[in-house]
T-cell receptor, first 112, second 112 residues
Framework: GEDVEQSLFLSVREGDSSVINCTYT??????LYWYKQEPGAGLQLLTY?????DMKQDQRLTVLLNKKDKHLSLRIADTQTGDSAIYFC????????????FGQGTELSVKP | KAGVTQTPRYLIKTRGQQVTLSCSPI?????VSWYQQTPGQGLQFLFE???????NKGNFPGRFSGRQFSNSRSEMNVSTLELGDSALYLC???????????FGQGTRLTVV
């Protein structure tokens, strides 16, 4: 069935790079997304990658996709304290319309 | 351009009551999806509407229902509330079912 897995916690120092990892099981995934959630807020779409791409870069964010291993990662360069939040990986399978399957979320803590 | 608007932001209800939550999508967006977020289960898909038709439904009991109006606004209803229905309910809108989804701030429902 569909399943998305993420590690629960990540702690980094301000200025370092953060790498958040995600694995998924649905081989028919067409789009993979990264969302950010700050306390008491909704989900903010950060970036997404189509399944026929290997990499996408958007300012400080780099998404890497290994379709063979069903592994997705989000790298945040020069991590700032304002990046502290929960990051969710989500996938949308073929013929699933708008239905997103989310991972459990990775809580990123950035220490000064 | 206004984002996704969910009302109310907070709600307290008693077991056995029913509740209606509202979602106004981004102007021009015709697809609306609903998700339930709880600490234990994470983010789970409830249902998706496009052009007033339910396209997809998650694995929730029949107490959970929804609808979409001709102006794309959507409501979800939960009848006979249970303590376990306490959650953050998130609405997402997109241009269409296959487009990227943008989330509202959510409605925090507490059942006592």
């Amino acid at each position: 069935g569909e399943d998305v897995e993420q590690s629960l916690f990540l702690s980094v120092r301000e200025g370092d790079s953060s790498v958040i990892n995600c694995t998924y099981t649905d081989s028919s995934s067409t789009y993979l997304y990264w969302y950010k959630q700050e306390p008491g807020a909704g989900l903010q779409l950060l970036t997404y990658i189509f399944s026929n791409m290997d990499m996408k870069q958007d300012q400080r964010l780099t998404v890497l996709l290994n379709k063979k291993d069903k592994h997705l990662s989000l790298r945040i360069a020069d991590t700032q304290t304002g990046d502290s939040a929960i990051y969710f990986c989500a996938e949308r399978g073929d013929n699933q319309g708008g239905k997103l399957i989310f991972g459990q979320g990775t809580e990123l803590s950035v220490k000064p | 351009k206004a984002g996704v608007t969910q009302t109310p932001r907070y709600l307290i209800k008693t077991r056995g009551q029913q509740v209606t939550l509202s979602c106004s999508p981004i102007s021009g967006h015709r697809s609306v999806s609903w998700y339930q977020q709880t600490p234990g289960q994470g983010l789970q898909f409830l249902f998706e509407y496009f052009s007033e038709t339910q396209r997809n439904k998650g694995n929730f009991p029949g107490r959970f229902s929804g609808r979409q109006f001709s102006n794309s606004r959507s409501e979800m209803n939960v009848s006979t509330l249970e303590l376990g229905d306490s959650a953050l309910y998130l609405c997402a809108s997109s241009l269409g079912p296959s487009a990227e989804a943008f989330f509202g701030q959510g409605t925090r429902l507490t059942v006592v």
